[in-house]
């Protein structure tokens, strides 16, 4: 009998991925606080997941060009990302509020972490299962 993964790790490995995908997000809004009219980005978690676990979220892109890079952020992941509003905009048009976007980066990086931990149960229990013990 095979192992279905789909089923065995639930919604566990896409959480994960969609984690570390909000934390570089997260990072370059940070990174990116005394940029003059940087706009604050963030990604919609519950929507995105929910997308990904429906199979209808489908976007069909084209490259254009062999010199476009997707290593930082797939264009998947930039149709889904979300302009912030700034609760107090600097006067330089930056949207980043520091303390926010690292208390935002804290909570995802623990959740990450929760998402992790859960998934390395469900190998663990696979791995027994396999075992026999």
Same mark, same amino acid.
């Given at each position: ?9 639930? &919604? ?12 570089? &997000? ?15 980005? *963030? ?32 264009? *998947? ?13 600097? &006067? *330089? ?13 804290? *909570? ?26």
């Amino acid at each position: 009998m095979a192992i279905n993964f789909d089923s065995a790790l639930g &919604v566990h490995d896409d959480a994960l991925a969609l984690r570390g995908r909000r934390a570089e &997000v997260l990072a370059n809004n940070i990174a990116n606080a005394d940029t003059p009219n940087f706009k604050a980005r *963030d990604i919609d978690f519950a929507a995105v997941l929910a997308g990904e676990q429906s199979d209808s979220y489908e976007l069909s892109l084209e490259q254009t060009s062999t010199g476009h890079q997707d290593a930082f952020l797939s264009p *998947d992941t930039a149709a889904d990302l979300m302009f912030r509003t700034a609760v107090q905009p600097s &006067v *330089d048009g930056n949207t980043v509020e520091l303390q926010e976007e690292m208390a935002r980066y804290t *909570d995802n990086a623990i959740r990450y972490q929760a998402s992790f931990q859960f998934l390395n149960s469900k190998f663990k229990g696979l791995t027994s299962a396999i075992k026999g013990e």
